[in-house]
């Protein structure tokens, strides 16, 4: 192909129009015969005629000639001269045909590379300058496709990518400024045609054009990594693009490059990655997030900045519970920080009230999973001494977040119950001198998970006995908080019931049969404990009543689908347990009675039936009544339906109204 790029054009200058007499392609010095050449010089040939819309489908057919042809031949070679002399053609659609075929022609040279071992670099930096010779070009379908056809590069030299970056011509090394065999031309004629492409791309008016300019961006970036660190700076700019698109865009093109390790973030480009993290789009907080788990933070400033940044995100979005399973990734990639972090963890604990933090902080929640994932870090040829006391925080938290964690992740912190008292651990955690070991070394963890795995069958029967140990003390201390709801806040009995719960949630995960659906039981019995707990504070209240829902009557509807499900859905009850859900069943219809206020013939019918299941259960003394059934039932003979009513031994008139309904609450409160 000759021609020349002249001085006053940045872009290669283009030879005659095809099909006149002084062409002398490939497709010229063929014979005539069977096969693609026969095609592709008919096509060149309707490509050199007068009608614009005949030269464009002239294109168009050799761009799916050259998608059924091999790569070897001299049809590729015919089709990409007619192209590029089409290039600067007045009529757009030409110049995007154009543009197309030279795309296709550049990815049959690579493969043709390949399969050789034979590389071309001069052309292959000739086609990437043609191309970007039109990503300024008046269309914008052009342009468009010039950075597709871009993005398809498969080896581009890094002074050239360099060029697309800068506006400011960049001079070469080479003394010759080759590009092209047998075009020796000055690299100051050549490197204008990609100045800047990028840096004009992302600034487009069309954010179409602005998105294909990302796609390349990032596509380009596994020939150079001097490129790529560039690149990230114009990348950090189109953040801050208007269109939600772009950003969208954006933030998959940097999680490609984070995949493939293209993607070295610096301090500088911190605050962009925070500020996607409280994004007001759920879609841009969640790509966030998934770029921060697969880069490499080298400092800790920048790894401690990239924690708060993710707890605060989720302070302000607690329902997305990925962020869980983000911090652990993180963690796990920078095993040595998240150490320095376990010990400044370890330091605030030994300082708490008690020796204990409040697990319900999302703060507290997220610097323990950080913790927790050293072990199991990258870094973990390197010796991590994590403080014992963060184990022994972190088991009752699996329980909310296993499900965010996911299965993977669940296994690496198998790990965590050797540290909590069960059989194995205690030898681990003896020191030498045969005191207690501050720190549980993770050499001694990958030490025993072999002694863990066949012992595991054999401890099954003792794993059921450690949990109904640990849930009768559990239930005590259910029954030592329900002692102390005259003295305690409320918001500190529902902690403990919540801790109670989570604990239970715990032991649930590995456990089935009959012991799993014990443990599923318990969690309901602790949800309805917490409800009535709930309730009674409610009806405690002055001016708690409204028209219309209220969180009464949610607390309401959550405690009869609590008793509900454990009277119903749970099979082989001993009698005892019968009796504790009957008078669970029993309140709560006393709690909707005086929440109306009028009791109705299907509510006494319930009531009859309630007290007759009761007293069957215990007729034969085995059983014992509570004191708030025998208080309750002290005369349980229930007249008709109506608007006077002996209210369980006390006489009172139930009508529908707030004073009255009142008194029968403040009853129900003295017998609980």
């Known amino acids: 192909m000759d021609g020349s790029l002249a001085s006053s054009d940045p872009g290669p200058s283009f030879a005659k129009p095809p099909g006149s007499s002084g062409d002398s392609g490939p497709c010229a010095s063929r014979s005539s015969g069977p096969g693609p050449e026969v095609e592709v010089r008919a096509l060149v040939s309707m490509a050199g005629g007068l009608y614009p819309l005949a030269r464009a489908e002239a294109l168009r057919g050799l761009a799916a000639v050259v998608e059924k042809v091999g790569t070897s031949g001299g049809a590729v070679e015919c089709c990409y001269g007619c192209a590029v002399e089409l290039l600067r053609d007045e009529d757009q659609s030409i110049r995007l045909a154009a543009v197309r075929l030279i795309g296709l022609c550049a990815e049959k040279f690579a493969g043709r590379e390949e399969v050789s071992g034979i590389g071309n670099g001069d052309q292959m930096d000739l086609i990437f300058l043609q191309l970007s010779s039109t990503a300024r070009d008046m269309c914008m379908q052009v342009r468009i496709e010039a950075f597709n056809g871009l993005a398809k590069m498969q080896r581009v030299s890094e002074g050239v990518l360099l060029q697309s970056l800068s506006k400011k011509v960049i001079r070469t090394d080479t003394g010759s400024g080759s590009i092209c065999k047998a075009n020796k031309l000055p690299p100051k004629l050549i490197f204008p045609c990609a100045a800047g492409i990028f840096a004009h791309g992302i600034e487009d008016e069309f954010y179409q054009v602005r998105i294909a300019a990302c796609k390349t961006l990032g596509a380009l970036a596994k020939f150079s990594g001097q490129y790529a660190q560039k690149a990230l700076d114009l990348l950090m700019d189109m953040m801050n693009d208007d269109t939600e698109a772009v950003r969208l865009q954006t933030l998959q093109t940097l999680f490609n490059m984070a995949t493939y390790g293209y993607l070295s973030v610096q301090e500088k480009h911190m605050h962009m990655f925070l500020a996607t993290l409280i994004d007001a789009n759920a879609i841009v907080r969640n790509a966030a997030r998934k770029i921060l788990g697969l880069v490499n933070l080298p400092k800790l400033q920048m790894f401690r900045s990239a924690l708060d940044g993710l707890i605060t995100s989720l302070e302000k979005n607690p329902e997305e519970q990925d962020i869980y399973s983000i911090l652990f990734s993180i963690g796990k990639n920078h095993g040595s920080f998240s150490a320095n972090v376990a010990k400044h963890l370890a330091k605030e604990i030994s300082t708490a009230p008690n020796g204990e933090l409040i697990l319900d902080k999302h703060r507290i929640q997220a610097l323990l ?29 699996l329980g909310r977040i296993s499900s965010a964690l996911g299965e993977d992740i669940i296994k690496d912190l198998s790990y965590l119950c050797h540290p909590s008292g069960m059989p194995f651990a205690e030898k681990g955690l003896m020191s030498g001198e045969g005191g207690r070991s501050e720190f549980w070394s993770v050499e001694t963890m990958r030490g025993t998970h072999a002694l863990i795995e066949k012992t595991r069958k054999e401890t099954n029967c003792s794993d059921e006995v450690l949990i109904m140990g640990s849930m009768r003390l559990m239930l005590e201390t259910v029954e030592e908080t329900w002692a102390m709801r005259e003295s305690c806040g409320i918001e500190e009995i529902r902690t403990i019931l919540r801790t109670c719960k989570e604990e239970v949630k715990v032991f649930a995960i590995k456990s089935s049969g009959s012991t799993g659906a014990f ?97 069957g259960l215990c007729a034969d003394g085995s059983c014992e009544f509570s004191d708030f059934s025998n208080t309750a039932l002290h005369n349980n003979s229930l007249p008709p339906a109506g608007r006077r009513v002996k209210l369980f031994g006390s006489e009172g008139v139930v009508k529908n109204t707030i004073n009255e309904k009142s008194h029968v609450m403040h009853f129900i409160i003295r017998l609980i």
């Open 519 to 615: 443990l599923s039981f318990l969690c309901d019995y602790l949800d309805a404990i917490r409800c009535i707990v709930e309730i009674r504070q409610l009806i405690q209240l002055e001016n708690s009543y409204a028209i219309g829902p209220t969180s009464l009557d949610i607390l309401l509807e959550k405690l009869d689908t609590y008793v509900r499900r454990m009277k119903c859905c749970y099979t082989g009850l001993n009698r005892e347990l019968e009796v504790q859900v009957l008078e669970l069943v029993l309140l709560a219809n006393l709690f909707r009675l005086s929440k109306f206020g009028v009791c109705s013939k299907l509510m006494l019918d319930k009531l009859h039936w309630i007290i007759n299941q009761l007293d």
């Open 369 to 397: 999973i950080v913790s927790i994932s050293a072990p199991v870090s990258a870094d973990k040829h390197k010796k991590l001494d994590i403080p014992s006391v963060i184990f022994s925080h972190a088991i009752p938290l």
